[in-house]
């Protein structure tokens, strides 16, 4: 769609990208990792990029927007997978990351810019020896807006459970798109309307969040002689309510190899378990590896893995770069014809289905997986690798998985009403209709949305 | 017995006491609790109380034990239940609260002499934002050495387990009763010989543990319509991973009145849920009570509570003096032939078991539950009161909770054989060989030991 002159003066000195570079980079995340989500958006584009300074450059962008009928998709660190940050019917792309300040923080709590990138925050809490208590292993690029607006766990999840359990976010500040945009705070349950919606319920503008007074994490890595061993061991790890963690991921034996930086770590056919321990109880963490017949076989303190993540050193990355969805970056870098699935595994049994689907799949499903606390009892999550091979197989694989009682969300879709959108009890459609009654926030991204809507302009 | 002149002349310049009042109330602990206990403990007396001023006073007094073949007994705060620092065979005790310097402590970690008051280690850590993970409801006079050799679980536990949980004790260090004592320092695992082992194995000098980094913990009491709907809501709040917690105490309705301070913030008839939440999360903590039918009833702020706990303002004491066995305290004051029991819920169906106890014994055993990690999953654990009718029916009571599944612990015994000691997986019996070679650490303590040990001197 061609701009109209109108939005250009509605945004008056607002800064706006509008070289096609800007506006290829801008409108693209890593929605790549899935084959049938790189045909489907690779082509999509923002026609201009506007670049707030502050709130009320957002609040005049969201006026302009309502205003113009123009649509608008925010944008963050651009670090998700789904299509988050694609604008499908073009328009504007919202790039927050200007918004980025460190609003207050307090013992146990801040307030953050939603543009504020998650390591950032980090940075800026040190001093006072706190931290958030999750990030995504895209940690650097991701903002803490687009964390919690498409996010879900990642490191922190073995003691802190996921962002959508209670009280894991305090409070979300909101900006609506109307001609006269309000400014909406969204306090206890009420950040429901919002969570996991994908960008599409408002613009976040601020984040309230607990925080947690900060460990010194150190790093190891341990290899085992199989998948199976591994998984038990950090299981059990995970349970141990005394060993304060942060971080527990183990890989099976097929995954190593595509973790370069960190293949010489296991030995061949060994499976690799990654660590963040608070440093003094290292020595419990690796009694308990050695009892599950687990070997360490990096260990990096907690002053250098800060200055490594902090990026103060050069050298190995962070570990927490070789986990999580990270993992899937390495893979596909190596081997391009790699995909990955998004799978839950239930606490009852989780170590009985881990190891059916690594017998079951083989060499096609490549485990790796992210052990974390779900609503008091530990279990795992995995982003497994997938060779890939057409759409229908990996359809036929995540009904499989499905029918065993391995929970599956698609990552293979870019339309949210059969992912996050209904599973969280709260009226997020209620809320977007006060929020974005035109229908405005990135048009597509709501299949069934856009029919009502489009009836109700009608 | 008489204390020998050459022990006096080995003790030197250590300071000692030998008034009546002194030997009398450096004999006792809280084993009063029990009216079994008191029968046979009342009357128990040390000949005289050695109180070191240093690690070479401690040393001193072993020397001169072993040497004289005195038996001692180690005292810390006497705030145990079970006789752990009255001196079955008179002899000498051993103070250990002048033992009470902050030896070092850094992030996630801390040793301290073994004779430091809990609350005083928190006072000395507070300008580090540090705090001990857990502490008994004692933590006013309890000693950090004493919660180590006789002490399990307290506030902390809903988020930490127990202080035998793996990596919950870092390091402690040991002076053995020899001629020639020696100074052992305990690591890792071999901590497990000298934890509750009631100070039977050696003198515990320095403790090393790890620390928490503080939260700011703010008081809440909710008041529920019955024992079962707080229950309820105890085991869903303590699986509320994401929302810090420092303790939850669930009193049945016929607690309450005992709790003289704290009735007025439950109706007749209604159960009381006493919690302490990282302050920036209480409002999370009040939606899930909501639900679950609870009243808000009782609000102080964790500045407030800080100060209350450290004696810096008058008024109600912190709510933690109000739940663990400070409740039979409290009950004790008002109706002397109330006793109690220790139990554990299994996880799988704690729930279940609670509603059955409160059923089967109505007025009998008056339950109130200490939620808690239990390796990796939530449970609750138990001190109920009872109300005292005779040794058989207690016997009774505790025979038909064990074979519904309950786990009883007897507090109604002072030896340690049935008790803690066979029920560590370390080897506590070898130790104390090593330790105390003649036998002289608090003998009747353990009863096979005693006779084991006669053979092997004589």
Not at 32 to 54: C, G, N, Q, Y
Not at 243 to 252: C, S
């Amino acid at each position: 769609m061609a701009i109209p002159a109108s939005l250009r003066q509605d945004l008056c000195d607002i800064p706006v990208l509008e070289d096609p570079g800007s506006l290829r980079m801008r409108s693209r995340d890593f929605f790549w990792f899935s084959p049938i989500l790189k045909e489907t958006l690779d082509d999509k584009r923002a026609d201009i990029v506007v670049v707030p300074r502050d709130k009320a450059d957002v609040m005049r962008v969201a006026a302009a927007c309502a205003r113009n009928r123009v649509p608008l998709t925010v944008r963050g660190g651009g670090t998700g997978n789904y299509g988050q940050a694609v604008p499908l019917a073009g328009g504007v792309v919202l790039d927050m990351t200007k918004l980025d300040q460190v609003i207050w923080h307090r013992p146990g709590a801040g307030r953050f810019g939603a543009g504020a990138r998650m390591l950032d925050i980090d940075r800026a809490l040190a001093p006072a020896a706190h931290e958030l208590r999750f990030y995504p292993s895209t940690r650097q690029h991701a903002t803490i807006g687009g964390f919690i607006a498409g996010g879900a766990a990642g490191a922190g999840s073995c003691t802190w459970g996921q962002i959508s359990d209670p009280g894991a976010v305090l409070a979300v500040e909101v900006v609506t798109i109307e001609e006269h945009p309000r400014v909406v705070e969204l306090r206890g349950r009420d950040v429901l309307k919002v969570m996991h919606a994908y960008g599409v319920n408002g613009i976040i503008t601020e984040v309230e969040v607990p925080l947690a007074p900060s460990h010194p994490w150190c790093e190891r890595i341990a290899a085992f002689p199989s998948l199976a061993a591994a998984a038990r061991f950090a299981h059990a790890f995970t349970e141990c309510d005394g060993i304060a963690k942060k971080l527990v991921t183990v890989h099976d034996p097929q995954v190593v190899p595509y973790l370069r930086r960190l293949a010489p770590y296991a030995g061949p056919g060994q499976a690799m378990v990654i660590i963040m321990v608070s440093e003094p109880q290292a020595e419990a963490l690796e009694l308990l590896a050695a009892d599950h017949g687990g070997e360490i076989t990096f260990r990096r303190g907690a002053e250098e893995a800060r200055q490594a993540a902090f990026a103060e050193i050069s050298g190995l990355q962070p570990l927490y770069e070789f986990t999580w969805n990270h993992t899937t970056l390495h893979a596909i870098r190596i081997d391009p014809s790699i995909t990955y699935l998004q799978l839950r595994f239930p606490p009852a049994n989780n170590l009985e289905l881990v190891d059916w689907v690594a017998e079951r799949f083989r060499d096609e499903v490549l485990l790796h997986l992210e052990f974390q606390r779900r609503f008091g009892k530990v279990t795992c999550s995995s982003l497994p690798l997938v060779r890939y091979r057409s759409a229908e197989r990996l359809d036929a694989i995540m009904a499989e998985l499905d029918a065993k009682g391995v929970a599956v969300s698609n990552p293979h879709t870019f339309v949210l009403d059969n992912a996050g959108w209904k599973r969280v009890d709260a009226p997020q459609a209620e809320f977007k209709r006060m929020a974005d009654p035109y229908g405005l926030m990135n048009p597509g991204k709501l299949k069934h949305w856009q029919a009502e809507d489009m009836q109700a302009i009608a």
